[in-house]
């Protein structure tokens, strides 16, 4: 299969699935992505999804340009080409917690598909790029929207206009990354990540993410007040109210620490 879903608990792990060209996205795979997320999406038992590609040499490496003169060539449903050529892009009514877990190369689509997720787990083997550059195709997953708002602007615009390749830890210094974990095991942190993640009280979580995430689209005085607005609406959940009762208790969860690096 050219996309792999696995179906853990809550956790859905998605999972590109074609190492023998570096996970590279064709028309089928795109597809896939797509169905994927959306089942995601609709499924009110999962609460994470975790996006990876198969193998420890690339996350992903783009779209397959030998499948077209023109990415928007590889595709022909029209469902598709709405969602991105990637499958996923343009998809942003997701309101749940997503996380990539990147081993290897994460270029070009690759890296536009890695910026759709909320935070970024790389191997230390792991190496970023607007590789495309260099054949003259643009960006057109939501490149040159997420980046800036995820590493500022001067540093998308360094990566988008010279092609350059930069490391792990390059990607971290930026905030590309989040963490760096040894090869192949950037999976593995994104499952415990997940895990976690998945067990805290849930409507409060949703409410702080979609606050964040529509801060870019608000003043600050009015994101001051959605923000506060959504918060207050978890106030009477049952789930806080257990959360203060455990509290009480002296019961002290152990935080998760970031890595190392």
């Known amino acids: 299969m050219s996309v792999q879903v696995e179906i853990r608990g809550p956790l859905h792990i998605v999972t590109l699935n074609r190492p023998e060209v570096h996970n ?10 797509r169905a994927a997320v959306k089942a995601f999406r609709d499924d009110q038992t999962a609460r994470v999804l975790i996006l990876t590609g198969a193998g420890t040499e690339a996350f992903c490496s783009g779209a397959d340009l030998k499948a077209a003169t ?23 009514d997701v309101d749940k917690p997503t996380i990539a877990a990147i081993n290897g190369h994460c270029y070009a689509g690759g890296l536009e598909l890695a910026c759709w997720c909320d935070f970024r787990i790389a191997d230390e083997a792991a190496q970023f790029g607007v590789l495309n550059r260099r054949w003259g195709v643009p960006l057109v997953d939501g490149g040159t929207q997420r980046l800036p708002r995820i590493v500022g602007l001067g540093n998308a615009l360094y990566l988008i206009e010279t092609g350059v390749r930069i490391d792990a830890r390059t990607a971290l210094r930026m905030g590309l990354v ?37 801060a870019w689209a608000l003043p600050l005085v009015d994101g001051l007040r959605l923000e506060a607005r959504l918060g207050e609406a978890t106030l009477g959940e049952i789930e806080m109210r257990e959360g203060l009762q455990r509290y009480a208790r002296g019961d002290r969860p152990a935080p998760l620490t970031p890595t190392g690096e």
């Open 24 to 33: 590279c996205v064709d028309r089928p795979v795109a597809e896939a992505l």
């Open 70 to 92: 023109s990415p928007f060539n590889l595709y022909s449903s029209p469902d598709a080409v709405g969602d991105g050529p990637m499958g996923i892009s343009r998809i942003t």
């Open 178 to 214: 989040q963490e760096i974990v040894p090869k192949g095991k950037a999976l593995e942190r994104a499952i415990e990540f997940g895990e976690r993640i998945a067990v805290y009280p849930w409507h409060s979580l949703l409410a702080d993410r979609l606050a964040a995430h529509s």
